[in-house]
């Protein structure tokens, strides 16, 4: 029913930028929540960065000063700008909606299937 489809990562030298991107799909009737997690190997789902409805937003300390997220409430998409990369940034990337959808009287977690994103020389 939902899709959650995430796009731009890929390979970019420290000091690099990239944009991501998830659009989300489906019978929503309202987002609540989106969010970016990323998880490098052998290690455990990090929250990046957080917006809620009311455009609130916050970020963890590791990213802090250099990823800005955003949306495009018309798209249903959420962004993530990720400026100064640095190979500590190196993970998969994944997005999460905490969304109503039409045909349930709930909200429940969404999620991408993950783009990489990989900083080295």
Not at 20 to 32: R, V
Not at 44 to 54: I, K, P, Q, W
Request: glycine share 10%.
């Amino acid at each position: 029913q939902v899709h959650m489809v995430e796009s731009g990562g890929g390979l970019v030298q420290p000091g690099g930028s990239l944009r991501l991107s998830c659009a989300a799909s489906g019978d929503i009737l309202s987002i609540n929540i989106m969010a970016w997690y990323r998880q490098a190997p052998e290690k455990g789902r990090e929250l990046v960065a957080t917006m809620t409805s009311d455009g609130s937003t916050s970020y963890g300390d590791s990213v802090k000063g250099r990823f800005t997220i955003s949306r495009d409430n018309a798209k249903n998409t959420v962004y993530l700008q990720m400026n100064s990369l640095k190979p500590e940034d190196t993970a998969v990337y994944y997005c999460k909606a905490v969304m109503r959808l039409a045909s349930a009287n709930y909200n429940a977690q969404y999620w991408g299937q993950g783009t990489q994103v990989t900083v080295s020389s």
